[in-house]
Protein backbone atom coordinates (compact mmCIF):
# COMPACT_ATOMS: atom_id res chain seq x y z
CA UNK A 1 0.00 0.00 0.00
CA UNK A 2 1.60 3.80 -1.08
CA UNK A 3 2.45 5.17 1.99
CA UNK A 4 -0.18 8.15 1.03
CA UNK A 5 -3.10 5.69 1.52
CA UNK A 6 -1.44 4.52 4.67
CA UNK A 7 -1.06 7.55 6.04
CA UNK A 8 -4.89 8.85 4.87
CA UNK A 9 -5.65 5.33 6.58
CA UNK A 10 -4.25 6.37 9.94
CA UNK A 11 -5.66 9.74 9.63
CA UNK A 12 -9.11 7.88 9.58
CA UNK A 13 -8.65 5.95 12.36
CA UNK A 14 -7.62 8.77 14.30
CA UNK A 15 -10.87 10.32 13.37
CA UNK A 16 -13.00 7.38 14.99
CA UNK A 17 -10.94 7.49 17.96
CA UNK A 18 -12.47 10.78 18.79
CA UNK A 19 -15.67 9.08 19.64
CA UNK A 20 -16.45 7.62 22.75
CA UNK A 21 -19.57 6.67 24.83
CA UNK A 22 -19.22 10.63 26.54
CA UNK A 23 -19.03 11.97 23.07
CA UNK A 24 -21.05 9.96 20.67
CA UNK A 25 -22.09 13.03 18.15
CA UNK A 26 -19.16 15.19 17.16
CA UNK A 27 -19.37 18.27 14.46
CA UNK A 28 -16.69 18.64 11.57
CA UNK A 29 -14.85 21.19 13.45
CA UNK A 30 -14.70 19.89 16.98
CA UNK A 31 -13.08 16.42 15.51
CA UNK A 32 -10.75 18.63 13.33
CA UNK A 33 -9.32 20.11 16.12
CA UNK A 34 -9.40 16.64 18.27
CA UNK A 35 -7.47 15.25 15.53
CA UNK A 36 -5.15 18.07 14.66
CA UNK A 37 -6.52 18.57 11.23
CA UNK A 38 -7.95 21.50 9.54
CA UNK A 39 -11.68 21.26 8.75
CA UNK A 40 -11.24 20.63 5.41
CA UNK A 41 -9.20 17.59 5.14
CA UNK A 42 -11.58 16.52 8.42
CA UNK A 43 -14.75 16.88 6.32
CA UNK A 44 -13.62 14.92 3.78
CA UNK A 45 -12.13 12.09 5.66
CA UNK A 46 -15.66 12.00 7.15
CA UNK A 47 -17.62 12.50 4.35
CA UNK A 48 -15.56 9.04 2.89
CA UNK A 49 -16.57 7.24 5.91
CA UNK A 50 -19.96 8.07 5.74
CA UNK A 51 -20.09 6.78 2.27
CA UNK A 52 -18.50 3.63 3.78
CA UNK A 53 -21.34 3.44 6.29
CA UNK A 54 -18.72 3.62 8.95
CA UNK A 55 -20.09 6.79 10.01
CA UNK A 56 -23.67 8.68 10.30
CA UNK A 57 -24.22 11.85 10.09
CA UNK A 58 -27.78 13.34 11.47
CA UNK A 59 -30.08 15.32 8.69
CA UNK A 60 -30.91 17.87 11.42
CA UNK A 61 -27.63 18.97 13.23
CA UNK A 62 -25.37 17.56 10.42
CA UNK A 63 -23.06 16.09 13.27
CA UNK A 64 -21.16 12.18 12.81
CA UNK A 65 -21.57 9.42 14.74
CA UNK A 66 -20.55 6.02 14.40
CA UNK A 67 -22.59 3.97 11.48
CA UNK A 68 -24.30 0.45 11.44
CA UNK A 69 -20.95 -1.08 9.68
CA UNK A 70 -19.19 -0.93 13.37
CA UNK A 71 -21.76 -2.74 14.62
CA UNK A 72 -21.48 -5.77 12.19
CA UNK A 73 -17.97 -5.59 12.93
CA UNK A 74 -18.32 -5.25 16.62
CA UNK A 75 -20.40 -8.31 16.65
CA UNK A 76 -18.02 -10.74 14.63
CA UNK A 77 -15.38 -9.23 17.16
CA UNK A 78 -17.48 -10.58 20.61
CA UNK A 79 -18.89 -13.06 18.74
CA UNK A 80 -15.44 -14.98 17.96
CA UNK A 81 -14.13 -13.75 21.49
CA UNK A 82 -13.28 -17.20 22.74
CA UNK A 83 -12.53 -16.58 26.66
CA UNK A 84 -16.68 -14.44 25.93
CA UNK A 85 -18.03 -17.56 24.36
CA UNK A 86 -17.17 -19.83 27.03
CA UNK A 87 -18.20 -17.38 29.82
CA UNK A 88 -21.63 -16.46 28.68
CA UNK A 89 -23.35 -19.37 29.90
CA UNK A 90 -21.71 -19.37 33.31
CA UNK A 91 -22.46 -15.84 33.66
CA UNK A 92 -26.00 -16.16 33.02
CA UNK A 93 -25.78 -19.08 35.92
CA UNK A 94 -23.99 -16.55 38.59
CA UNK A 95 -26.78 -13.82 37.80
CA UNK A 96 -29.57 -16.24 38.71
CA UNK A 97 -27.88 -17.13 42.18
CA UNK A 98 -27.21 -13.28 42.68
CA UNK A 99 -29.18 -11.05 41.16
CA UNK A 100 -26.58 -8.48 40.51
CA UNK A 101 -24.71 -7.67 37.57
CA UNK A 102 -22.30 -9.86 35.71
CA UNK A 103 -19.43 -8.72 33.30
CA UNK A 104 -16.90 -9.46 31.61
CA UNK A 105 -13.47 -7.76 31.08
CA UNK A 106 -10.63 -8.02 29.21
CA UNK A 107 -7.29 -5.71 29.04
CA UNK A 108 -6.46 -3.42 26.21
CA UNK A 109 -3.41 -1.43 27.17
CA UNK A 110 -3.70 0.24 30.48
CA UNK A 111 -7.21 0.07 30.65
CA UNK A 112 -9.87 -2.70 30.62
CA UNK A 113 -12.48 -3.08 28.74
CA UNK A 114 -15.88 -4.60 29.30
CA UNK A 115 -16.65 -6.93 26.56
CA UNK A 116 -19.65 -8.48 28.22
CA UNK A 117 -22.46 -7.60 31.15
CA UNK A 118 -25.65 -9.31 32.45
CA UNK A 119 -27.44 -6.34 34.18
CA UNK A 120 -28.83 -7.04 37.74
CA UNK A 121 -32.61 -7.72 37.50
CA UNK A 122 -33.26 -5.55 40.92
CA UNK A 123 -34.55 -2.05 40.60
CA UNK A 124 -31.34 -0.66 42.00
CA UNK A 125 -28.44 -1.87 40.16
CA UNK A 126 -25.11 -1.05 38.83
CA UNK A 127 -24.91 -0.78 34.73
CA UNK A 128 -21.46 -1.59 33.27
CA UNK A 129 -21.68 -0.64 29.24
CA UNK A 130 -20.34 -2.85 27.02
CA UNK A 131 -17.85 -0.95 25.24
CA UNK A 132 -16.57 0.75 28.40
CA UNK A 133 -13.15 1.74 29.29
CA UNK A 134 -11.73 2.04 32.67
CA UNK A 135 -8.02 2.36 34.01
CA UNK A 136 -6.45 -0.57 35.27
CA UNK A 137 -5.70 0.40 38.81
CA UNK A 138 -9.65 1.24 39.93
CA UNK A 139 -11.92 -1.11 40.70
CA UNK A 140 -11.82 -5.18 41.32
CA UNK A 141 -11.80 -6.43 37.70
CA UNK A 142 -8.92 -3.71 36.85
CA UNK A 143 -7.04 -4.68 39.78
CA UNK A 144 -7.40 -8.44 39.06
CA UNK A 145 -5.80 -7.65 35.05
CA UNK A 146 -3.11 -5.30 36.68
CA UNK A 147 -1.91 -8.05 39.68
CA UNK A 148 -1.09 -10.49 36.78
CA UNK A 149 0.49 -8.34 34.56
CA UNK A 150 4.78 -8.34 35.23
CA UNK A 151 5.80 -6.41 37.59
CA UNK A 152 7.74 -3.80 34.91
CA UNK A 153 4.31 -3.81 33.63
CA UNK A 154 2.68 -2.71 36.57
CA UNK A 155 5.16 -0.05 37.48
CA UNK A 156 4.55 1.55 33.82
CA UNK A 157 1.19 1.52 34.34
CA UNK A 158 1.81 3.24 37.99
CA UNK A 159 3.63 6.12 36.57
CA UNK A 160 2.15 6.48 33.18
CA UNK A 161 -0.99 6.55 35.04
CA UNK A 162 0.15 8.72 38.29
CA UNK A 163 -2.96 6.95 39.88
CA UNK A 164 -5.19 9.64 39.14
CA UNK A 165 -8.09 8.84 41.65
CA UNK A 166 -11.78 8.51 40.06
CA UNK A 167 -12.93 8.95 43.82
CA UNK A 168 -12.02 9.28 47.46
CA UNK A 169 -11.69 5.81 47.52
CA UNK A 170 -9.16 4.82 44.43
CA UNK A 171 -5.90 3.54 45.28
CA UNK A 172 -3.69 6.54 44.90
CA UNK A 173 -0.60 5.36 46.60
CA UNK A 174 1.81 3.26 44.65
CA UNK A 175 2.99 1.50 47.61
CA UNK A 176 -0.57 1.03 48.75
CA UNK A 177 -1.21 -0.28 45.05
CA UNK A 178 1.37 -2.77 44.85
CA UNK A 179 0.65 -4.57 48.34
CA UNK A 180 -2.85 -4.37 46.64
CA UNK A 181 -1.83 -6.41 43.83
CA UNK A 182 0.74 -8.84 45.85
CA UNK A 183 -2.66 -9.55 47.78
CA UNK A 184 -4.53 -10.31 44.85
CA UNK A 185 -2.15 -12.53 43.35
CA UNK A 186 -1.98 -14.82 46.39
CA UNK A 187 -5.89 -14.59 46.95
CA UNK A 188 -6.89 -14.86 43.57
CA UNK A 189 -9.54 -12.51 43.72
CA UNK A 190 -10.00 -8.62 44.11
CA UNK A 191 -13.10 -6.80 46.26
CA UNK A 192 -13.60 -2.81 45.53
CA UNK A 193 -16.07 -0.45 47.14
CA UNK A 194 -16.14 2.94 45.25
CA UNK A 195 -13.20 2.98 43.36
CA UNK A 196 -14.62 3.86 40.48
CA UNK A 197 -17.51 5.03 40.94
CA UNK A 198 -19.18 5.45 44.49
CA UNK A 199 -21.75 3.86 44.70
CA UNK A 200 -20.69 0.28 43.04
CA UNK A 201 -19.02 -2.57 45.01
CA UNK A 202 -17.99 -5.12 43.43
CA UNK A 203 -15.49 -8.81 43.57
CA UNK A 204 -13.82 -10.09 40.63
CA UNK A 205 -11.29 -13.32 39.42
CA UNK A 206 -8.96 -13.51 36.89
CA UNK A 207 -10.14 -15.95 33.86
CA UNK A 208 -6.84 -17.81 32.46
CA UNK A 209 -5.52 -19.23 29.01
CA UNK A 210 -4.15 -22.71 28.77
CA UNK A 211 -0.44 -20.88 29.19
CA UNK A 212 -1.32 -19.69 32.11
CA UNK A 213 -2.16 -16.24 31.16
CA UNK A 214 -4.93 -14.08 32.37
CA UNK A 215 -7.31 -13.31 29.12
CA UNK A 216 -10.39 -11.53 31.38
CA UNK A 217 -11.49 -10.60 34.55
CA UNK A 218 -15.07 -11.75 35.60
CA UNK A 219 -16.95 -9.27 38.41
CA UNK A 220 -19.97 -9.62 40.26
CA UNK A 221 -21.25 -5.92 40.95
CA UNK A 222 -23.95 -3.72 42.67
CA UNK A 223 -24.58 -0.87 44.56
CA UNK A 224 -22.55 -0.56 48.03
CA UNK A 225 -25.31 -0.76 50.25
CA UNK A 226 -26.19 -4.43 49.07
CA UNK A 227 -22.19 -5.53 49.06
CA UNK A 228 -21.87 -5.91 52.73
CA UNK A 229 -19.54 -7.61 54.37
CA UNK A 230 -22.03 -10.83 54.50
CA UNK A 231 -22.41 -10.37 50.63
CA UNK A 232 -18.95 -10.45 49.93
CA UNK A 233 -18.38 -13.21 51.57
CA UNK A 234 -20.80 -15.37 50.11
CA UNK A 235 -19.87 -14.05 46.32
CA UNK A 236 -15.77 -14.77 46.71
CA UNK A 237 -16.17 -18.42 46.40
CA UNK A 238 -18.98 -17.76 43.34
CA UNK A 239 -16.67 -16.01 41.51
CA UNK A 240 -14.14 -18.17 42.19
CA UNK A 241 -15.71 -21.05 41.32
CA UNK A 242 -17.10 -19.88 38.02
CA UNK A 243 -13.64 -18.11 37.06
CA UNK A 244 -12.37 -21.51 37.95
CA UNK A 245 -14.78 -23.17 34.97
CA UNK A 246 -14.28 -20.85 32.52
CA UNK A 247 -10.41 -20.93 33.07
CA UNK A 248 -11.00 -24.73 32.53
CA UNK A 249 -12.80 -24.75 29.38
CA UNK A 250 -10.14 -21.96 28.26
CA UNK A 251 -7.98 -24.95 28.68
CA UNK A 252 -6.18 -24.08 31.94
CA UNK A 253 -5.15 -26.77 34.17
CA UNK A 254 -4.15 -24.92 37.37
CA UNK A 255 -6.71 -23.70 39.72
CA UNK A 256 -7.30 -20.34 42.12
CA UNK A 257 -7.08 -20.58 45.51
CA UNK A 258 -10.63 -21.04 47.11
CA UNK A 259 -11.25 -19.50 50.75
CA UNK A 260 -12.18 -21.86 53.52
Known amino acids: MPSEQVHTLKR ?19 IARMAGLSSSTAGRLLAALKDAGILFQNPATHAYMIGPKVLIWAGIY ?22 ETISLYVRDGDDRVCVERLESPLNVRI ?20 AFLPAEHQEEIIHSSSLAPLTPHTISDPDALRKELAHICQTGYAVSRGEWLMDASGVAAPVFDYNGEVVAAITISGPGQRFTDEAFERYIPMILTVANKISAEMGYRGVHPLPK
Open 12 to 30: AVELLDCFTLERPELGVRE
Open 78 to 99: TNTLDVRTKALGHMHELQDITQ
Open 127 to 146: VARIGRRLPLYAGSAGKVLM
